[in-house]
């Protein structure tokens, strides 16, 4: 590393010797070591002197000064005029005549107040009394029928419909089902049968006809609500391609109980 004759031989084993190599090899490392714990944790912030703090005092207000509600006195007026000399020729006020007294005014007589009414006693309004009831005529019940309300009633006047019919029919007939209620009418439906009635249906779901009463409900009154009920239905599904019959049973809701 260094040449001959440039160092002196002491100087040049001191300078060659490993002990000396690595105390500046451990002087360079602790150098360097010092220096990257300082980039990487800089110094702190000198700290910033806070202000002085501020006193406060708390002063107590003056009494309230209480305003008094007297009116100032009013100004001097300065001194007294003089009395004004008498105008032409007045008579001096020793040589005046005495003032009049003053009239006498009537004193006014009270007026006695007037007198208080007398508390009006009311009379209780006797109730008037109540008419008697009026007896609602209770309608009659209408008797029972039994012509026409067996089953075997009921398939003789179909086979008798049905050959009348002969030979425009050409098809079987039809079953349709309808439920009713009852008349509100009391309780005289006791015995109330199904009512069946048969009509015919042209193609376009018309009643051709009048309804025929093939089975009676035993009331007169139950069979026209039947009847009823078989001129406002829509045969529209009933239909075919030629004249149909049907056969419309009703039957009733609401009957009547039992001994009622």
């Known amino acids: 590393m260094f040449q001959k004759g440039f160092l002196p031989p002491s100087l040049r084993s001191r300078l060659t010797a490993p002990l000396l190599w690595c105390f500046l090899a451990s002087g360079l490392a602790h150098t360097g070591l010092w220096y990257g714990l300082r980039w990487l944790d800089p ?9 002085a703090p501020i006193e406060v005092t708390f002063v107590e207000p003056a009494p309230a000064v209480p305003i ?15 009395p004004p000399p008498p105008v032409g020729n007045v008579p001096p006020v020793a040589n005046l005549p005495p003032l009049p007294p003053p009239p006498e005014f009537a004193k006014p007589v009270p007026t006695p107040p007037p007198p208080r ?7 209780t309004p006797t109730p008037l009394p109540l008419p008697p009831p009026v007896d609602t005529p209770t309608l009659p019940q209408e008797a029972f029928d039994p012509a026409n309300t067996s089953t075997a009633d009921g398939l003789g006047n179909l086979s008798r419909w049905i ?24 309780c005289p439906w006791a015995q109330a049968e199904p009512a069946v009635l048969g009509v015919v ?7 051709e006809g009048t309804p025929e ?15 009823q009920a078989v001129m406002t ?12 019959a049907v056969m419309v049973e009703v039957t009733w809701e609401n009957t009547c109980p039992s001994g009622a």
């Open 43 to 51: 110094l702190p912030e000198p700290p910033v002197p806070l202000p």
């Open 68 to 82: 008094r509600n007297n009116p100032p006195p009013p100004p001097p007026l300065g001194k007294p005029l003089p």
């Open 117 to 123: 009414p007398k508390p009006r006693t009311e009379a």
């Open 163 to 186: 050959a009348s019919l002969q030979p425009e029919l050409t098809r079987s007939p039809k079953l349709l089902r309808l439920t009713r209620t009852l008349p509100p009418r009391g």
């Open 201 to 207: 249906v042209n193609p376009q779901g018309q009643i």
């Open 213 to 227: 009463l093939l089975r009676s409900a035993g009331y007169a009154t139950l069979n026209q609500q039947a009847r």
């Open 233 to 244: 239905h829509d045969f529209t599904e009933e239909a075919a391609e030629t004249l149909q």
